[in-house]
């Protein structure tokens, strides 16, 4: 683990891997790097790869009213750190709503943007609503155990969990190694996060879209659409995925980041 520290963040820890082009892995909400191991060996032999715990996780110290602004803030943090002008910026699902913001704060330092079961919407009423009630769960005793048992096996798709219960495990103990104030901090900045579909209106650079066919907390259809926003997109579904595609089938995802971030360093104009 590589670690920085700066007056914002006074404890920033990082995975890096292999060499060559930069290809930057955040991970989503209730995680942290650990998220990209299956697929960080696929990938080392063909880029640099960074795998940050956002602010609040793993080795991370939490930032006080984070946002997601401060979370793309962060990742530019480690860019400096490491003296890396470019990346191509991959997300997942919140990591992905976080390299957004990252496009939007320093659209000259990504080369490709790929959104991994994600979208750029805003939450709706409704989806608030949700957040503010489990935050109220959590902050209860027992409660973020209670969270993440009803939430964990929800972002898999019901012939994983079947066949690699053990996978689904090992995401709960990683999920409960995050501290209820994290997980809090993480929802209220997700409930505050503006629309980012504008900006995929004005990205200049590739966008990739990887789509689960039984993600139920993106919805495919949705997905979809945003993907028509911007110029360059590529579009994949996988029809045996749900959410965690990372880990559900991580050869395949680790297989179509490679063919989008050598394509975009290939077509990319300093
Ligand atoms: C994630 O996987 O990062 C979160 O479930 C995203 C969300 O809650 O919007």
Partial sequence: MQQLSTDKFPSLAYRKAGQGPVLMLVHG???????????????????????????????SSLVENMTIEDMAHSLDAILRHEGIEQAVVAGHSMGGYTALAFAELYPQKLVGLSLVHSAAGADDEE??????????????????????????????????????????QEQIERANSLPAESMIAFYKAMINRPERISILKKISCPVQWIIGKEDSVVPPAKAAEQSKESERTFVTVYENSAHMSMLEMPVRLAGDLKEFAQYCYHHHLK
């Fill in 127 to 168: 989806k608030k609503e949700t957040r503010r009630k489990s935050i109220e769960l959590i902050k209860k005793e027992g409660g973020k155990e209670a969270f993440v048992k009803q939430m964990i096996p929800n972002l898999f798709a019901a012939s994983f969990k079947e066949q690699q219960p053990e996978v689904l």
């Fill in 29 to 59: 909400f209730p995680e942290n790097g650990g998220l990209w191991d299956k697929v960080i060996p696929l990938l080392e032999k063909d880029f640099t790869v960074i795998a940050p715990d956002l602010p609040g996780t793993g080795e």
